[in-house]
């Protein structure tokens, strides 16, 4: 052992308190000597110790159990080791030493080379004691703690949720949760690199770190007595616990001021980037008395505010509840659709502007559930999208589409082509052309007759080589649109690459297309830009003859709308073909 161990004695006979000091000092280690068990506990606050020896029997004052006790209440003490000399070698003094917190203990009258060597074995085990405690912390910040912005994790923040919780219960307290999720990340993930997308993060940490002068001591004592806490949970989600408020508003005041603090920008190497906040508010009690509970209503409110366009916050409510059942519910129905044969495709005509020849039609999925009735697709495409249903369902439209539009060239009827809609999530699998292929082949479909509707997405997608994906699809024969066109961001000169046939201009730019200036100057620019990019334009959504005459003026190829025919049953649609083959747009 080196010099520098120090060793404090207690013990009120001082003889005895020289002959242990002689004997650690011939050990090489340092000896202190102190007569009671007071002046002890004050010169190990001031000087510290490696390790004690104390006397049980003191007459006058604190006896050792008692200055044992308190050695081992001070936060400093916790790997210290204290040893005992007790007067007899027997199960009680042996219980007595341990319940009072000492590491080992010694009968007097002492043998001195004994004590010698207990007391080295003890320093000894000591040392891996602390390796221990060291090690456990280490694990309580890599099991607590979140490396890249230091902020507890998820766990931490439900375990001190639920303390705060059962405090504000004693005391009658309300408490504010707030979700929070990043709109963005992945979009500095894609553009930046993966790098900034961690400084990000870090910067948002920093940011509502400051913004609630919140101290790492709060976290990590795991303080309960108020202050909030903020937590990430993983990604690009975050969570406060506010503690406590007043009132259920004032959460709304935290909220606002955390949105336009995350919303101003970020500057990364350069760059300045733009982000937003979705929040969802949660109270206690109000709106849930469980951790979990709170955690997953303020979750369910961040949805809902991510779905109204982001950017703000929204308290949780009741009918989010009901909404997200109904969507549980309708997701165990979807599930059986097919095998139930609830699913059915109709079909909506669409014409050529110039001639007034139908050219085609656009197969629309129609599910009609047996407990829940008529489902509108704008709904269950969305949910099938989230459960992966949709690659399934997909399958199934692109098989009956296929065997329906075989059926009727085989009846000699003037249906040119059939478009399917494609989901970006079915787009994007590898297998893609390959399921095309098959269904073509095994329907015995010529592939020209096929017309694929991607979304703008789908183009933006980086799972695939896109270009790969479409000219192997173009290859195959069949024919390529982008549906909804204008609502997303597809850029001109990655477009100009692309094998499409067809733009076809979402119906939310016809609606209004005599009104709205602005939506008329982008339907101009999109024929404008088909036409130079050597595409065909069709505009979906055509109500008014006033709308086809505009249309007709800017040079728009095709049209479809339920001003010219309504999706119908397949069984319509050869009653309509026997009777109106062509429109005679002129007359209308
Ligand atoms: P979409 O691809 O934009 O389809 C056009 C929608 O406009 C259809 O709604 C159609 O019924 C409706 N529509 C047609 N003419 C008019 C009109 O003159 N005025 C108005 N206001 N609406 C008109 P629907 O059938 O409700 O489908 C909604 C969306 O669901 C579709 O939008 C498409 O995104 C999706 N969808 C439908 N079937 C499928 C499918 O088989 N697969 C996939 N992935 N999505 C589908
Ligand atoms: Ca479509
Ligand atoms: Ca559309």
Not at 306 to 315: I, L, P, V
Not at 466 to 494: A, E, N, P, W
Not at 497 to 504: E, G, Q
Not at 522 to 549: F, H, P, S, W, Y
Request: charged share 25%.
């Amino acid at each position: 052992m080196a010099t520098n161990t120090r060793i404090l004695i207690i013990d009120d006979d001082p003889l005895m308190s020289l002959l242990v000091a002689k004997t650690i000092e011939s050990l090489g280690m340092t000896a202190t000597t102190v007569t009671s068990g007071e002046a002890g506990i004050n010169l190990y606050k001031e000087q510290g110790a490696d390790a004690i020896l104390l006397d049980v029997v003191m007459p006058n004052g604190m006896n050792g159990f008692e200055t044992c006790r308190a050695l081992r209440e001070l936060p400093e003490s916790r790997c210290l080791p204290i040893m005992m000399m007790t007067v007899k070698d027997d199960m009680e003094s042996l219980r007595n030493s341990y319940t009072a917190g000492a590491t080992d203990f010694i009968a007097k009258p002492l043998n001195f080379p004994l004590l010698g060597y207990r007391l080295q074995y003890m320093l000894r085990s000591s040392d891996t004691t602390k390796q221990l405690f060291e090690s456990e912390r280490r694990l309580h910040r890599i099991a607590y703690f979140d490396n890249l912005t230091g902020l507890p994790n998820r766990q931490f923040f439900r375990e001190h949720l639920q303390m705060t919780i059962a405090l504000a219960e004693r005391l009658n307290l309300k408490l504010g949760l707030m979700y929070l999720d990043m709109d963005g990340l992945k979009r500095i993930n894609d553009s930046l690199g993966h790098h900034v997308g961690d400084q990000f993060l870090k910067e948002i940490g920093d940011r509502l770190r400051h913004s609630l002068r919140i101290t790492d001591a709060i976290a990590w004592s795991g303080k309960t007595d108020g202050g909030s806490a903020i937590a990430r949970l993983g990604g690009d989600e975050f969570t406060i616990l506010l503690s406590p408020i007043t009132r259920n508003e004032d959460a709304a005041l935290v909220a606002e001021r955390i949105r336009q603090i995350l919303s101003k920008p970020y500057i990364f190497d350069n760059h300045e980037v733009y982000a937003s906040v979705s929040i969802g508010i949660s109270t206690y009690p109000d709106d849930s008395t469980t951790a979990e509970g709170l955690l997953q209503n303020a979750d369910l409110a961040m949805y809902h505010t991510k779905r109204t366009g982001g950017d703000g916050f929204r308290y949780f409510s009741k009918t989010m509840t009901e909404i997200a059942n109904r969507r549980l519910t309708m997701e165990t129905y979807l599930r059986k659709a097919l095998e139930r044969e609830e699913m059915e495709l109709h079909y909506q005509p669409q014409f050529a502007v110039r001639s007034g020849d139908c050219i085609g039609v656009e197969a629309l999925l129609r599910w009609h559930s047996q407990e829940l009735g008529q489902m509108p697709p704008s709904e269950f495409i969305t949910l099938a999208e989230k459960s992966g249903l949709i690659l399934s369902i997909g399958e199934w439209v692109l098989k009956t589409a296929a065997k329906q539009a075989k059926t009727w060239l085989d009846k000699g009827l003037p249906v040119a082509r059939i478009s399917v809609n494609v989901s970006t999530l079915q787009f994007i699998k590898k297998d893609f052309p390959a399921i095309v292929q098959a269904i073509l082949h095994e329907v015995g479909l010529p592939p020209e007759r096929l017309d694929l509707e991607l979304t703008e997405s789908a183009l933006e997608a980086d799972e695939v080589d896109i270009l790969d994906m479409l000219v192997s699809l173009k290859q195959m024969g069949v024919s390529l649109s982008i549906d909804d066109f204008g609502t997303g961001y597809s850029s001109l000169s990655r477009l100009k690459k692309f094998p499409i046939s067809t733009l076809k201009i979402d119906k939310n730019f016809i609606q209004d297309i005599e009104t709205d200036s602005a939506n008329a100057a982008i339907v101009a620019a999109v024929i404008a830009m088909g036409k130079g990019l050597d595409m065909k334009t069709i505009a979906e959504g055509v109500e008014t003859v006033r709308q086809l005459n505009f249309l007709k003026t800017l040079g728009c190829d095709q049209v479809q709308g339920f001003l010219l025919a309504k999706p119908m049953t397949s069984d319509q649609v050869e009653k309509f073909f026997s009777t109106s083959v062509r429109l005679n747009f002129n007359s209308q």
